[in-house]
């Protein structure tokens, strides 16, 4: 797993990028290559199953390339080997894995999409998507959890 560890202060709205005015208090060492489902993995938030299914989730949005790109591609135009769509030209890989990525948010549901997406695809914290979503404060790590179980279930992990 790629390291990219930066010092942040403590305060009480969480770790601050500067130094502010005042004593000095207590620092945190953040990743900040680590994605925030790895996390809650890493710290015992989520189970295993769970965190395959985000991840299968976050790989099928990179695969259907729904994330923003730059104008022009410069990625080969054939590829060939690896992954479970082999004998699919590169067109129809993207295709399979946004029909995938659309059927594992549908199976989460319209209400629980939302943390999904956010926190798997988007990388947000799970403080910062409360916040957009306008949810209180420690509530979206259950749902979180209610939305990969489901996608677990879509995925057909055990």
Known sequence: MQ???VERELTPEGPRRSGGVGRRRRSV???????????LHAHGHLEDRL????????ADYERAQLGPSVTMRWDAVRVRGGGGDQGLTPTERQIAARARFDGALAAAGKGLAD????????????????KALSWPA?????????????V??????G
């Open 29 to 39: 060492t953040v990743n900040l290559a680590e994605s925030p489902l790895g996390w």
């Open 115 to 130: 943390i999904l997406w956010r926190v798997v695809c988007a990388g947000e914290t799970l403080p910062m998507a409360e």
């Open 51 to 58: 965190f395959d299914a985000g991840e299968r989730l976050r």
């Open 138 to 150: 420690r509530s979206g790590k259950l749902v979180l959890k209610l939305a990969l179980d489901r």
């Open 3 to 5: 390291r990219e560890l």
């Open 152 to 157: 677990a279930e879509f995925y057909r992990i």
